[in-house]
């Protein structure tokens, strides 16, 4: 299957992007189309043996910045490399599309080209969280909807089940609302509305849930609700603590010996735990109720975050999501 990529977008250049794409082409099987400047992605895939009949390069002259409007630079630039990437979903040329560039211009260029799924009032975008028992939770909505309605974070829920049931594997994955307080009445007018509509329906709904619990050190569950508000502030505080935790970490480390000789010792174990709650793994963060795939990557994607996300792109086709979406809402509604 065809996969767009784009290329342009990010902050590090094309370089990461596209030797992720290689890797997913050689360890997943999947077919890439890249999406950027031409004369640069060609010398960068000449170089390359073993992708012959994989690999294929549109031409996009124009790139979206990470501080542009997304509604106007969509609006403006109708050659931008996240542009052309969703004309080739649109088109069935692509099966999906990854971007590590202008989350907003992802959004507004998804919506513009491929619009909703069936009974969909607002696309979400889903990010798995690494925890200690080695399987993510995965939170919605972490910022497509600043904005937001009760019904709206039912159908996050809905989604979000669906996408930790088929990508993440997990039995009927349990289901909690993010509030200021486990008990149910806690949280503000719009969760406790959303609750209500929760447990009427036929999901493993277990109420709310507090931010300790979104580790899995409290109440256990797979599936963390939240608007987009609150959802991109969490999302963001938790990638500032585990820099600063490792950074502390280090500063702690030189001032010492005696710490110098333990971090050797435990060096095997911490590198163990960088890359067990590295958020690369998961590559990146879907957009949920598209009618397409789209995937979200960092503006500072590694190789290996590209190449992940392009695996779960794959298996998102494979697994048919937004079949089983569409299904599921016209089901509770």
């Known amino acids: 299957m065809w996969i767009a990529v784009d290329t342009a977008g990010g902050d590090l250049g094309p370089e990461p992007i596209v030797a992720g794409a290689i890797m997913a082409i050689k ?18 895939v000449s170089k390359q043996k073993g992708v012959a009949g994989s690999i ?14 997304p509604s106007k630079s969509v609006r403006a630039k109708k050659d931008s490399s996240i ?30 080209e491929l619009g909703r799924l069936p009974q969909v009032k607002r696309p979400v975008i889903v990010t798995p969280i690494p925890r200690h028992t ?25 989604m979000g089940e669906i996408y930790s049931r088929e990508i993440i594997k997990v039995i009927n994955p349990k ?29 493993n709904f277990v109420g709310n849930v507090e931010g300790r619990d ?3 050190e409290g109440k256990q569950v797979d599936v963390i609700v939240t608007d987009g508000f609150v959802g991109n502030i969490v999302i963001k505080a938790i990638e500032g603590t585990a820099k600063a ?36 793994n998961y590559g990146g ?38 079949d089983h979406i569409v299904n599921n809402l016209q089901a509770f509604s």
Do not use: C
């Open 245 to 280: 935790i490792f950074n502390i970490l280090k500063s702690n480390i030189k001032e010492s010996n005696l710490a110098k000789t333990g971090a050797l010792l435990l060096k095997p174990t911490l590198q163990a735990v960088k890359e067990q709650m590295d958020h690369s």
């Open 175 to 203: 289901i909690g609302i993010l509030s200021n307080g486990e008990e149910e009445g806690k949280g503000n007018e719009l969760s406790i509305k959303a609750y209500e509509k929760l447990k009427k329906l036929p999901v």
């Open 285 to 322: 963060a879907p957009l949920l109720g598209v009618n397409g795939i789209v995937m979200i990557g960092h503006g500072s994607s590694s190789a290996w975050a590209v190449k992940n996300a392009l695996k779960i792109t794959k298996e998102f086709s494979q697994h048919h999501i937004n």
């Open 56 to 69: 294929e390069i549109e031409h996009a002259s124009q790139v979206v910045g990470m501080h542009e409007s």
């Open 214 to 216: 979104i580790f899995g």
């Open 134 to 158: 080695k399987r993510a939770a995965v939170l919605v909505d972490a910022g497509a909807n600043v904005d937001s309605k009760p019904e709206y974070l039912v159908q996050s829920a809905i």
């Open 27 to 44: 360890e997943h099987n999947v077919k890439v189309i890249l999406v950027g400047d031409e004369r640069h992605l060609d010398s960068l």
């Open 83 to 112: 542009a052309v990437a969703t004309k080739l979903v649109k088109s069935k040329n692509a099966v999906g599309l990854f971007s590590p560039g202008n989350t907003g211009a992802s959004m507004a260029s998804a919506l513009t």
